[in-house]
T-cell receptor, first 115, second 113 residues
Framework: DAGITQSPRHKVTETGTPVTLRCHQT?????MYWYRQDPGHGLRLIHY???????DKGEVSDGYSVSRSKTEDFLLTLESATSSQTSVYFCAISDPLQEGPGGYTFGSGTRLTVV | GNSVTQMEGPVTLSEEAFLTINCTYT??????LFWYVQYPGEGLQLLLKATKADDKGSNKGFEATYRKETTSFHLEKGSVQVSDSAVYFC????????????FGTGTQLKVEL
């Protein structure tokens, strides 16, 4: 089921360059999230969106920005990539009215390496 | 704020062994509790949930009971299979709206023949 897709799946970039990751959903869910997954830290919330043009910060938002110009797309931008941003990035969607509270659907992830 | 603590892994078991992965939480009130599973190379999937105290969530032979007295939501399975090898995450909502979740650090399970 391809209700949520992330692109690219893998990316290697150089320190100091901007990088944009894309999350696309076909479920018309209201909420979208970006998490990063690192060993020993589990998943940490970067930013989330609760509607078109409505976004807010999570616990590890420094160095990241997001945009949501359409319901289906949520973009994560690393303004100037650093080695500490090497991670696996997951997008998730939810709609508590449809799925109940906390019922997330995750994308397959983007593995980003900053060299 | 709300948080979860999981037992560290990896946990290595033989096929058909009994599994327990511990999860304890700190929360305001009695929020819903969740277990998510991540198979190798994939995103997380919701495994089970419990929406109120004393509820038992179950799915695919896994169970977890919401125990407010011990603030715990331990994941159990009576007989694990090699196909259960994955990373398991306990999660609960973050206060402040947005339907946000906070996740534990994950427990890796390896099941061997």
């Amino acid at each position: 089921d391809a209700g949520i897709t992330q692109s690219p799946r893998h990316k290697v970039t150089e320190t100091g360059t901007p990088v944009t990751l894309r999350c696309h959903q076909t479920e018309n869910h209201r909420y979208m999230y970006w998490y990063r997954q690192d060993p020993g830290h589990g998943l940490r919330l970067i930013h989330y969106s609760y509607g078109v043009k409505d976004t807010d910060k999570g616990e590890v938002s420094d160095g990241y920005s997001v945009s949501r110009s359409k319901t289906e797309d949520f973009l994560l931008t690393l303004e100037s990539a650093t080695s500490s941003q090497t991670s696996v990035y997951f997008c998730a969607i939810s709609d508590p009215l449809q799925e109940g509270p906390g019922g997330y659907t995750f994308g397959s992830g983007t593995r980003l390496t900053v060299v | 704020g709300n948080s979860v603590t999981q037992m560290e892994g990896p946990v290595t078991l033989s096929e058909e062994a009994f599994l327990t992965i511990n999860c304890t939480y700190t929360a305001t009130g009695y929020p819903s509790l969740f277990w998510y599973v991540q198979y190798p190379g994939e995103g997380l999937q919701l495994l089970l949930k419990a929406t109120k105290a004393d509820d038992k969530g179950s799915n695919k032979g896994f169970e977890a009971t919401y125990r407010k007295e011990t603030t715990s939501f331990h994941l159990e399975k009576g007989s694990v299979q090699v196909s259960d090898s994955a990373v398991y995450f306990c999660a609960l909502p973050i206060t402040g709206g947005g339907n946000k979740l906070t996740f534990g650090t994950g427990t890796q399970l390896k099941v061997e023949l």
